[in-house]
């Protein structure tokens, strides 16, 4: 999904949290039908992160499939999908099956997952919550290092699952005999592959491998703060070669629906920082006709300011 300064796009998140299965479909299928909305995303993650621990949420992999028989349009993914839950063939597996449900629609969204990390990593306030998360579910958390070397491994497994008929992979962390994906995506080679995070090491990744890069923006970090992360993916794209123009730069935005000109404002300083792929992220409940509203009061005015009306 090649875009350009020149060409802003626009997608919606809706966080699996606190929210009903219904309303989430009833805003995919409202955005399904509404051209300036491009994609549409959830996370994973499989405990509530905020609010109440026993608040109810979705297996985000399960309920995009199910969001992609009952959409047309919309292109979709995790972000991102943590590299800490599936196995990488299982994962590969999964993925293909919702690229060929929806039709060709998916973005392989994709990051670390679970690691070590001191309290108030990410933009959340408090202890990671991952501990909690991984403990009641049975998943180990990893060094980010070890982290980052088994998700460059799920990359390539994943590519190889999509192009090759069978093959053998053997790797630090992960090995396989005799792999064989069919039916293979309806993409080829594969699903567009986007990698989400902000570490040096991460963003290192992204430079050799991704289509797509993402990172939050506000309020977990500030537009100062992904502005300067970005300088630093250009720096890796320069030592290796590659032309940083290759890969799609995308940000997360948590909407206040109550403060839709300070969005629209943020999303014009994003742009500024070369964000050319926005995503809205919702917060639950979600009003009726939101995104209707979100496209007349932010999408409309951004994109008249930019001069794309």
């Known amino acids: 999904m090649p875009m350009t300064r020149q060409n802003v796009a626009f997608g919606l998140k809706t966080t699996p949290m606190h929210v009903s299965y219904q309303d989430i479909l009833r805003v995919w299928q409202e955005a399904d039908g509404i051209p300036e909305i491009q994609d549409a995303w959830l996370w994973d993650h499989l405990m509530p992160l905020a609010g109440p621990r026993d ?7 399960t309920l995009l499939s199910a969001l992609a028989a009952q959409t047309r349009r919309l292109r979709l993914g995790l972000l991102v999908t943590s590299n800490r839950i599936r196995h990488p063939a299982v994962l590969g597996k999964i993925a293909t099956t919702v690229d060929v449900v929806s039709g060709g629609r998916l973005v392989m969204g994709i990051g670390v997952g ?5 309290p108030g990593a990410g933009g959340i306030a408090g202890a990671n919550p991952a501990v909690a998360e ?10 980010p ?17 999509w192009t090759e008929d069978v093959f053998d992979f053997e790797g630090r962390h992960y090995r396989l005999r005799g792999t064989r994906n069919e039916p ?62 290759e890969i799609t730069r995308s940000v ?12 629209r404002r943020t ?16 917060r639950s409940p ?12 932010v999408v409309h005015p951004v994109r008249a300011s930019l001069g794309q009306a």
């Open 184 to 245: 293979k995506p309806v993409q080829r080679p594969g699903p567009p592959l986007l990698v989400g995070g902000w570490g040096t090491r991460t963003l290192r990744l992204v430079a050799q491998e991704a289509d797509i890069w993402n990172i939050p923006g506000p309020p977990h970090n500030a537009v100062a703060t992904v502005a300067e992360r970005a300088r630093v993916l250009d720096a890796h794209c320069a030592a290796l070669g590659r032309d940083p123009g």
């Open 55 to 61: 608040g109810q949420i979705h297996e985000g992999w």
């Open 286 to 297: 979600y009003p009726q006709g939101v995104v209707h509203r979100l496209v007349e009061e």
């Open 252 to 263: 997360q935005l948590t909407v206040d629906h109550d403060d839709l000109p300070g969005c």
């Open 134 to 143: 991984y403990e009641a579910y049975g998943l180990t958390l990893v060094p």
């Open 114 to 118: 679970g690691t070590h990390q001191p």
């Open 267 to 282: 999303v014009l300083d994003l742009v500024g920082a070369g964000f050319t792929h926005v995503v809205l992220g919702l």
């Open 145 to 161: 290092a070890e982290g980052i070397e088994r998700l460059a491994e799920t990359i390539a497994i994943l590519k190889r699952m």
